[in-house]
């Protein structure tokens, strides 16, 4: 029984843990620019006015925007 409650325990402080991150991640999202942006650049490859978009073909022929 000790050792089933044990694992309870940490299970629970695991999901704390879990939910602490998702929340930081949430407040980035929503009140950091620079994450907004890491985020737009890198996933839809958005770029800023005079900036150039560099993309590569692999070989699997998908494209992605280069760093």
Known sequence: MKAELELERQRLADAQ???ERLLARVDSLE???ATIERIAREKWGMIRPGEKLYRFE???GDTTASR
């Open 58 to 60: 692999d070989a699997a």
């Open 31 to 33: 009140n950091d620019p």
């Open 17 to 19: 843990e879990e939910v």
